[in-house]
């Protein structure tokens, strides 16, 4: 038995990227941990990458990088190729994507699925299928778990623990030996075990348990603030006794979804082509119309960014449907709405965030494209931390995360190369102006 392991991203692709972490760091760490494991259980590895780079990539050739992967399963005769990823755009939870149903992949993915979703104690999202180059292009059986979302900040805390990515390779290398038909053998550990451990508890449930006392009472100060709990506290294991306890602050100031906006162009440009390089470039239609409705356009950039994960669509709403804030998609793989272009899908976002908003009509030379205006309660979200269980359910820092990324794009300082560019393009339009042009 021969399984090909493949640590998502790498290189050039960092993959996602949330709280200070890097998809390409999380996956390759989580396989090098799995390889023994399953070596130790008889199984053979073939590991696509053991470092940043897979042999054989393609500097900046996304498609020739995974080929290369793909031919190591091949070329290696692997019964299995599994594809370990963590999952971006503000969700939560665990899956594993398949090309279709009803074949070995699909009994791969519901044996590994339960192990993954035990470990994580996080929701069970589910086998999915996904046209994947290296679930499509493989000649054996192929899965590809997603496992937590980086950008949402209980699973990045679960994910930022080695502990738990020691956990969560177990997890995975159980249920490979299950999909075989191997009684699973714990390696003997050469870690020793912390003997106290710190239980985070939100809204009187815990969400994980961390070895560092301050990191614990970090996550619950974080799941606090951004709205994500109303109140926490940190448990030792050792003798069940509550070391920190916090609660909401009922008298933390708002953010107002209309008014001016000061955030640049640039800033947001630079930002959401950091995070993928292939980004349209839509952020122009954000201020053109964001202005015209009075609406801070910057945040709704970053809501957008939050919606389709920097644009690179990894939920039910694709691309073409040019949906930017997931307008529609209501759940049970319904897809939402669709748009005739890039800018309908921007100033039929901006309209929804209007209607929410403020109860005065648009203005007269907007036409109204957003197809649920009406179905929203006028004027009940002035503020973008109003939308918690609104736009998004349940939503729990919803708002708050919005606010967050738009705090990551303002500290954005755009490059002298690119000031004097835009420099020379205002001197061009004065010169263009006296000149009759």
């Known amino acids: 038995m021969k399984v090909c392991i493949d640590p998502g991203h790498g290189g050039y692709d960092p993959g996602g990227i949330g709280n200070g972490l890097k998809e390409k760091d999380l996956t390759l760490d989580v396989c090098l941990k799995l390889k023994p494991l399953l070596e130790f259980n008889g199984i053979s590895v073939i590991l696509t990458r053991d470092g940043d780079y897979a042999p054989g990539h393609y500097e900046n050739d996304q498609k020739g990088d995974l080929g290369a992967r793909v031919n ?11 594809g370990v990823h963590t999952n971006a ?3 939560t939870g665990v899956e594993v994507l398949v090309i279709s149903t009803g074949g070995r992949a699909e009994i791969a993915a519901n044996k590994v699925l339960p192990y993954l979703v035990q470990v994580g104690g996080w929701a069970n999202r589910g086998v999915k299928t996904q046209n994947v180059m290296v679930l499509r292009e493989t000649s054996m059986p192929a899965i590809l778990t997603e496992n937590g979302f980086i950008d949402t900040a209980t699973d990045a805390a679960k994910l930022k623990e080695p502990n738990f990515r020691q956990a969560l390779a177990i997890a995975h290398a159980k249920g490979i030996c299950d999909y075989f038909g191997i009684l699973y053998k714990e390696a003997i550990s050469t870690q020793p075990t912390p003997s106290v451990m710190y239980r985070v508890i939100l809204d009187g449930k ?4 961390l ?4 990191s614990a009472i970090t996550e619950v100060k974080k799941a606090v603030d ?8 940190v448990q030792r294991t050792t003798d069940n006794i509550n070391v920190f306890e916090y609660a909401a602050n009922s008298n ?5 979804i209309m008014g001016e906006e000061t955030i640049t162009i640039e800033q947001c440009r630079q930002f959401l082509l950091k995070n993928n390089s292939n980004a349209p470039d839509i952020i122009p239609f954000y201020k053109k119309n964001g202005e015209i409705l009075g609406i801070r356009w910057g945040y709704a950039v970053a809501q957008m960014i939050r919606e389709t994960g920097y644009l690179r669509y990894t939920g039910v709403v ?3 449907q040019n949906n930017f804030a997931g307008i529609g998609a209501v759940g049970n793989g319904v897809q939402g709405a669709s748009f005739s272009s890039q800018e309908e899908g921007v100033l039929a976002h901006l309209e929804h965030l209007f209607a929410y908003a403020t109860t005065q009509p648009l203005p007269a030379e907007v036409q109204k494209v957003d197809p ?3 179905l929203v309660e006028r004027g009940s979200c002035p503020n973008w931390e109003d939308l918690n269980g609104r736009w998004a359910v349940p939503g729990n820092g919803y708002g708050q995360d919005v606010v967050r990324i738009y705090g990551e794009m303002a500290k954005e300082t755009i490059s002298d190369s690119e000031e004097t560019s835009i420099l020379r393009k205002i001197s061009q339009i004065i010169s263009n102006y006296f000149y009759g042009k």
């Open 89 to 91: 755009g503000g969700g």
């Open 206 to 209: 815990q969400t994980m348990a």
């Open 318 to 320: 694709k691309a073409d």
């Open 372 to 374: 649920r205006f009406d």
């Open 252 to 256: 933390v100031s708002k953010t107002p």
């Open 72 to 82: 190591s399963a091949e070329l290696g005769k692997a019964d299995l190729f599994v």
């Open 211 to 214: 070895s560092s006392q301050e």
């Open 226 to 233: 951004s709205g994500q709990a109303s109140g926490g506290g």
